[in-house]
């Protein structure tokens, strides 16, 4: 008998992103009545292929044949029409909406009068339930739905458009052993009525139990198709990591001491505002491991959160050996001997923007790696590349920015950042989620061997098997409560399944489960009687990898690294090309703007040449024009430095120039108070307060935001104009000097005004200043705890929360520290050649223009010396544009578009990166 005809057929699919290769030349044939598994390990590549497969990407190279013929999928509304269908691991439903209307969303159907049809849905539903034996109520509505039942929801939409080929995504990852039976006789059902099944999961034993064949992805090539007959897990296993795996860790016993972690009557609440816990109680003892296993969305998440501190809990009490951390920060917390591992690595674990070396250190804030709030960046380095080498962090160096790792690659980092720190008490969920099977043994492996070495353990997983194996107690959640406890002695896979589904394991529930699991396996035609689903495919895969391996240990001091300082040459040559590659785009930005410039100038009848000659050579010319580049240099170097602080930390903050403002003035009044004094001293009050009336005017928004969560960008800009018009009202009224003839205050008393070097040049103590401001600010981002810090606020997620960083006060700083140097600057041309008294029309805008300068240094403040140097030839160089009769507006404009540009850099930064990020890192929390 002939081979049927593939219903669908890849030949030769290659797909890059950037200079990565996810998929190389793959050839797959998937057959109508047959489940294909595919399986690989985390970023093999597994997520980009079906996502070609259902038209969400598309190949570079290679053909798709649906039926014989070829077909491009261009989009998933094409997938539909040829009959592809994809569930996902994370459900895509609406919970307020019914059955009948989550499957047929977008694609309603309608009465002639143009009216929704709601009973042909609910009928049409119905018999689609019916055909497939999935029983579901089409009214009800999704929100008051067990998880089982929402992917029965989700299969009868894939199944909605006459389904030809159904891709299944880690499709068990929220079920329990009960449902994932349930799930498995229906694929199977589908299968016996012509559908090609494409099944994705980590599970082994599931994939040999389900599938008829297995095809092995390994760095984005298929290594080997085989039918599934006569696979051991092992075999599947030594295919994806190309070596042989140990499976399964055996348990041993524990010896568990005294008390490590107290949880009494602990309540919580979600970020909806429903309550998770309900009033739980929980104890765990040094050198023990108690696992949680429960259907996530049961709680767990909030019971880590609430022990590791990231959310407030109104009713309970927490204890950390002995010391009541219910109202504790995390710092606090950690400094007990907290060590967490979160379940969302993106949000809370790491920080994507910074390095390894930086995510690394982020919690480890104290010596070897900092002294006198001085980061050692030598050290740094050193336990990076340690942690990477013990930890098998692949493709990795200390300065690798880790959003860049695959998902187990940074789940790597992770880890090896807490199980390194000798925690008293290791909380962990979801420690495997993402991480190739070959990483697994390891990490199993350190689990134990932190309990051994004296730790408590809380454990978290919605994998079964690797929960049961790693545990001396488990306990089960279901809707916030524990509803059963088990030891080693009496737990089972049935009784733990039972349980998650909310029913507690009595002799008379387990005989029917056994009854269930014996018509499921015997449905699916395993060689099992009284087992569950799960023990099933273990023992159909006849797995005998249960030893125990040496566990690792933690002292890094044990590994040697080889020096990898870069020699003297080589250093500066990769200096250079660092800052090359750094400088590119906001060069590409400035010429982009110069060109389109050049328009603008032919438009008005100029000649274009000429007016660019003019803008930048015209100011360096004659002493004149460089004083005027000096004096409008110092502030836009010193704000942009400002600027940048507030930036990093991932406040827009626009209110520099009422900080600035605010700073000249009462800067020049606290001068002209201390008249009497020696002109010194003087000169040191005015810079002493303006620094603090800038830092005032900074520190009200960052409250607003810290406390309050009022936009900063809006306080900033309401407080900038606030500033100008108060300083308007005072040197009009009360500090009026009758004498002037404009808006100012009195003047400075006579020798309170720096004694320039060169005069003719402009050159003074306020360049100094302003340069060592500028470099301090530097210094300070890129060398220091607290800039640290502010780069980790700056992720703009709960990883500074995580690490112990206070983000309320840190926001209260950066805005207090963003506004000082801010008011400083205005101190400055208070005292300069330009000033001696406060003028309202000192400042063209210092202030705005300073995060132009800012956004071109791309918030390196190295770089903003440089941007600010060009910034002020541009408008020492308007004069000589002028008397070329080019109006001084064309400056303006061409400030503007590299505005424009150079923002458009960020935007194309940030689309790249989400496309040059493998398409399994989008659901990678399942894709193995």
């Given amino acids: 008998m002939s081979e049927p005809t593939p219903i669908l057929e890849l030949r030769g699919i290659t797909k890059t992103f950037g200079d990565k290769v996810a998929n190389e030349d793959i050839s797959l044939s998937f057959l109508p009545g047959r489940v294909h598994a595919i399986v690989g390990e985390n970023g093999a590549g597994k997520t980009t292929l079906v996502n070609m497969i259902s038209g969400n990407l598309q190949p570079d190279l290679g053909t798709i044949f649906f039926d014989g013929a070829e077909a491009t999928v261009e989009n998933p509304n094409r997938a539909d029409e040829l009959g592809i269908g994809m569930v996902h691991q994370h459900f895509k439903l609406v919970p307020s909406l019914t059955v009948a209307a989550n499957i047929f969303l977008g694609k309603e159907l309608t009465t002639g009068m143009g009216r929704l049809d709601q009973k042909g849905m609910q009928s049409k539903v119905r018999e689609l339930a019916e055909r497939f034996g999935l029983a579901i109520d089409p009214d009800d509505r999704v929100e008051d739905l067990s998880v089982g039942e929402r992917q029965r929801v989700e299969i009868l939409k894939a199944l909605s458009h006459d389904t030809r080929l159904l891709i299944l995504d880690e499709p068990t990852a929220v079920l329990t052993p009960a449902e994932a039976g349930e799930l498995f006789i229906v694929v199977r059902q589908l299968a016996e009525r012509g559908c090609a099944i494409v099944f994705i999961s980590h599970k082994l034993g599931e994939v040999l139990a389900i599938a008829d064949d297995i095809s092995v992805i390994r760095d984005g ?500 104009e606030v500033a100008k018009l108060v300083t308007r009202y005072l040197v009009t009224g009360p500090f009026k000097d009758p004498t002037a003839g404009y808006e100012a205050s009195e003047k400075l008393p006579e020798g309170v005004q720096f004694t320039m070097f060169s005069p003719e040049y402009g050159i003074g103590p306020d360049l100094i200043l302003a340069l060592l401001a500028a470099v301090g600010i530097a210094l300070l981002l890129g060398r220091t705890r607290w800039g640290l810090k502010v780069k980790q606020l700056g992720e703009m997620s709960r990883f500074a929360q995580y690490t112990g960083v206070s983000v309320k006060a840190m926001s209260i700083q950066v805005m207090m520290l963003s506004g000082a140097v801010a008011g400083f600057t205005g101190a400055l041309l208070v005292l300069g050649p330009n000033g001696d008294r406060f003028i309202q029309a000192f400042s063209p805008g210092y202030g705005f223009l300073a995060i132009t300068v800012a956004l071109l240094a791309r918030l390196n403040p190295w770089a903003s010396l440089v941007a600010a140097l060009f910034y002020a030839t541009m408008m020492a160089g308007s004069t000589g544009l002028q008397e070329i009769d080019v109006p001084f507006p064309v400056v303006n404009v061409l400030q503007g578009i590299i505005i424009i540009a150079i923002t458009a850099t960020f935007v194309w930064n940030r689309k790249k990166k989400r496309v040059a990020v493998p398409a399994s890192a989008v659901t990678e929390r399942g894709a193995a």
Avoid: C
């Fill in 221 to 720: 090539r298929v290594v080997g198709t085989q039918p599934a007959a006569g696979l051991t897990q092992t075999d599947i296993a030594t295919m994806m990591v190309g070596r042989d795996v140990l499976l399964r860790i055996k348990h041993t016993p524990a010896d568990p001491r005294d008390e490590v972690l107290s949880v009494e009557d602990l309540s919580a609440v979600d970020a909806r505002g429903i309550i998770a816990l309900k009033g739980v109680s929980l104890s765990i003892r040094r050198g023990e491991v108690v696992g949680i296993a429960g259907v996530e969305g049961n709680g767990q998440s909030e019971l880590t959160s609430a022990i590791a501190g990231m959310i407030d809990v109104p009713r309970g009490t927490i204890r950390i050996s002995g010391t009541d951390v219910t109202r504790a920060t995390v710092a606090k917390r950690r400094e007990i001997g907290l060590a967490y591992v979160p379940e969302d690595r993106h949000e809370e674990g790491a920080g994507p923007g910074l390095s390894i070396a930086e995510n690394i250190a982020a919690t480890k804030l104290r010596a070897p790696l900092v002294r006198f709030g001085w980061l050692s960046l030598a050290k740094m380095r050193e336990l990076s590349q340690k942690l990477i080498a013990m930890f098998d962090v692949r493709g990795a160096t200390p300065t690798t920015k880790i959003g860049e790792l695959s998902g187990g690659n940074m789940q790597k980092v992770i880890i090896a950042r807490e199980f390194t720190s000798d925690p008293e008490l290791l909380v962990i969920s979801q420690p495997t989620r993402g991480v190739d099977v070959g990483a697994m043994e390891f990490v199993h492996n350190s689990i134990v061997a932190a309990r051994d070495r004296g730790a408590g353990v809380l454990l978290v997983s919605a994998d079964l098997g690797e929960v049961m194996s790693l545990s001396d107690r488990l306990l089960v959640m279901f809707r916030g409560e524990f509803i059963a406890e088990f030891t080693q002695d009496n737990m089972s896979e049935t009784a733990v399944g039972l349980a998650m589904a909310g029913t507690r394991p009595t002799p008379e529930a387990l005989a029917e489960a056994v009854a269930e699991h014996a018509r499921v396996a015997d449905e699916l035609g395993l060689d099992t009687s009284a087992v569950s689903l799960v023990e099933a495919s273990a023992e159909s895969a006849t797995v005998t990898e249960s030893v125990r391996v040496a566990a690792p240990e933690f002292d890094t001091s044990a590994i040697s690294i080889r020096d990898s300082r870069e020699p003297r040459g080589q250093f500066f040559a990769s200096f250079a090309s660092r800052a090359f590659e750094s400088a590119k785009q906001p060069v590409i930005a400035v010429l982009v703007a110069l060109v389109i410039g050049v328009f603008v100038i032919l438009a008005i009848g100029k000649n274009p040449f000429e007016a660019y000659v003019a803008l930048f050579t015209s100011g360096w010319r004659e002493s004149f024009g460089i004083s005027n580049i000096v004096a409008t240099f110092i502030p836009l170097a010193v704000i942009s430095a400002a600027t940048i602080v507030s930036f990093r930390a991932g406040f827009f903050n626009i209110g520099a120039e009422g900080q600035l403002y605010f700073g000249a003035f009462f800067g020049a009044i606290a001068g002209v108070a201390s008249n009497g004094l020696p002109p010194f001293t003087v000169m040191l009050i005015v810079m002493v307060v303006g620094s603090l009336a800038g830092a005032a005017w900074g520190l009200l928004p960052g409250w607003l935001f810290a406390y309050w969560r009022v936009n900063i960008i809006v306080t900033t800009l309401l407080l900038s």
